[in-house]
């Protein structure tokens, strides 16, 4: 049985069918996967911050974050997203456990270089595996919101595509970003492998833009430390983890060989 970082993006946590929760029990019942998800929730994250009337920045498609929006960014991700997600995965009789990088200092992270203009985001340094293997090896689905945790006990906000590129490499496993889009689009069709070569001349040419940056980014930075494969998935498609456990040719496989586009 091999483990599966599933990646949620929050342009589509409150979109998932049910089948998605439903496919995930099956497959970790039958025992062909141990999955751990990682959710995002940017979009819930804005939303309350205008409600607040706290303005919001991004450099780069990272949030810059200031005391006062690492105080909503926690509020939102590790408490309505996180028990959010835990809930529909109860609602299928799955043994769910919500937590966030700071619970048993799951994530540990240092700040990103050039604080100043980032404020709390921060990249992690290390990832608990004995926890996460315990709480797998007693059947729990661990459900991650990207905060993390440093040496000084401050709490640093992570990319959730980051954050899930971390654990991927540190177990060595497959990683699925489960998001709104089929895959990455260039004139409107899905590219169904894309290599570094590839995703560089895209983002110079903007064609890969946005949220998309940090996702390709993290998938590349996922394959170069060791996790075993990358893909982009749209979580709207019946069954679209299924597929991908199945090795079908859904989304975009990101390689970090040479790939011929002949
Ligand atoms: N070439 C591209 N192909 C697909 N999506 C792209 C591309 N360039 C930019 N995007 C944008 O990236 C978004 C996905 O990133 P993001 O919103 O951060 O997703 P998530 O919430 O799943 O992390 C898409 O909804 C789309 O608007
Ligand atoms: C540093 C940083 O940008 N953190 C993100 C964390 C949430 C996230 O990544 O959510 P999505 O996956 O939905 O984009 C943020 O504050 O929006």
Do not use: W
Not at 218 to 237: K, P, Q, Y
Request: glycine residues 8%; aromatic residues 4%; charged residues 20%.
């Amino acid at each position: 049985m091999s483990y599966l970082v599933i990646k949620c993006g929050g342009s589509i946590v409150d979109q998932l069918p049910e089948s998605f929760f439903q496919d995930l029990v099956n497959l970790q019942e039958t025992k062909k996967i141990k999955p751990i998800i990682v959710h995002g929730g940017g979009p819930m994250i804005t939303s309350q911050l205008k409600l607040m009337n706290v303005k919001t920045t991004f450099v780069n498609g990272l949030r810059v974050t200031t005391k006062e929006v690492l105080d909503v960014v926690e509020m939102v991700l590790s408490g309505s997203v996180n028990k959010k997600i835990v809930r529909r995965m109860i609602d299928q009789d799955a043994k769910a456990i919500g937590m966030s990088g700071i619970d048993g200092q799951l994530l540990e992270a240092t700040p990103i270089q050039d604080v100043a203009k980032y404020g709390f985001v921060g990249q992690i340094k290390k990832v608990n595996l004995e926890l996460i293997d315990s709480l797998l090896d007693q059947d729990y689905i661990p459900v991650i919101s990207p905060i993390a945790i440093g040496q000084d006990h401050q709490h640093y906000n992570i990319n959730a595509d980051v954050a899930a590129s971390a654990i991927a490499s540190s177990l060595q496993a497959p990683l699925c970003f489960i998001s709104d889009i089929p895959g990455v689009l260039v004139n409107d069709e899905v590219l169904h492998y894309a290599d570094q070569v590839k995703i560089e001349q895209l983002i110079e040419d903007q064609t890969i833009n946005g949220g998309m940056i940090p996702k390709v980014q993290a998938a590349l930075d996922a394959l170069t430390a060791g996790a075993s494969e990358v893909s982009i998935v749209n979580g709207m498609d019946e069954h679209a983890l299924f597929d991908f456990i199945q090795g079908e040719k859904i989304g975009t496989r990101i390689q970090l060989k040479e790939i011929s586009y002949a």
